[in-house]
């Protein structure tokens, strides 16, 4: 059964300050994305990954793979009250036709 | 560029009752896909359509969910009956794939509340 494990699954942190979530995932891919879910909303994406190595940023985040360590993240730099919402992976195993296989989210909170 | 759209943004049914849901995918997009997401977990997949056929419903409970894509386009996923467990977020997506990659957009989704 495909796993797809995020930690931590709830993050509160204070503005300014850096953290790092992370994204284990059980099976062979060289990609995976990462979504943000703002409360009753749809998921909006951040980030394709699509190579070992590969490096995203955008702003005040920034998200890289290791297909080798089956290990993605997600980075967040000086955070800001908008960055508040919940962030899951999505891993599209090999040989599966552009499947998308979420984790459990991470739920961020930036308190001022 | 228009979104995904999807039909009705809520619904509040009581268990045993039948409901459906419609989704109209990206123009060009040929693969759709049915999520739920239950809340406080990721999205779940239950079927996924190439154009107008099947890909992957591997997921799906089919003693009570089907689901269909006439034409290749528009799609509508129906519980029958339904169970207090269906309570859920059902999420539409489409993808397509550009330049060796696969991009799914999601729409606002159905808040299925059984009761």
């Known amino acids: 059964e495909l796993k797809v494990e995020q930690n931590p699954l709830f993050l509160s942190m204070q503005e300014g300050k850096n953290y790092t979530i992370y994204c284990n995932y059980s099976t062979t891919s060289d990609r995976l994305y990462w979504y943000r879910q703002d409360p009753g909303k749809s998921l909006e994406s951040l980030f394709v990954l699509l190579s070992n190595g590969a490096v995203k940023q955008e702003g005040r985040l920034m998200a890289s793979l290791d297909t080798k360590a089956r290990l993605s993240t997600l980075h967040i730099t000086a955070a800001v009250h908008d960055l508040s919402a919940t962030y899951f992976c999505?891993?599209?195993?090999?040989?599966?036709?552009?499947?998308?296989?979420f984790g459990t989210g991470t739920s961020l909170t930036v308190i001022p | 560029e228009a979104g995904v759209a999807q039909s009705p943004r809520y619904k509040i049914i009581e268990k045993r009752q039948s409901v459906a849901f419609w989704c109209n995918p990206i123009?060009?997009?040929?693969?759709l896909y049915w999520y739920q997401q239950i809340l406080g977990q990721g999205p779940k997949l239950l079927i996924q359509?190439?154009?107008?056929?099947?890909?992957?419903d591997s997921q799906l409970p089919k003693d009570r969910f089907s689901a269909e894509r006439l034409k290749g386009v528009d799609s509508t996923l129906k519980i029958q009956p339904a169970k207090l467990e269906d309570s859920a977020v059902y999420l539409c997506?489409?993808?397509?794939?550009?330049?060796?990659?696969?991009?799914?957009?999601f729409g606002q989704g159905t808040r299925l509340t059984v009761v």
């Open positions: 999505a891993v599209d195993p090999l040989n599966t036709g552009n499947q998308f296989y």
């Open positions: 359509f190439q154009n107008n056929g099947v890909v992957d």
């Open positions: 997506a489409s993808s397509l794939v550009s330049q060796g990659k696969t991009e799914a957009f």
């Open positions: 123009s060009g997009h040929a693969t």
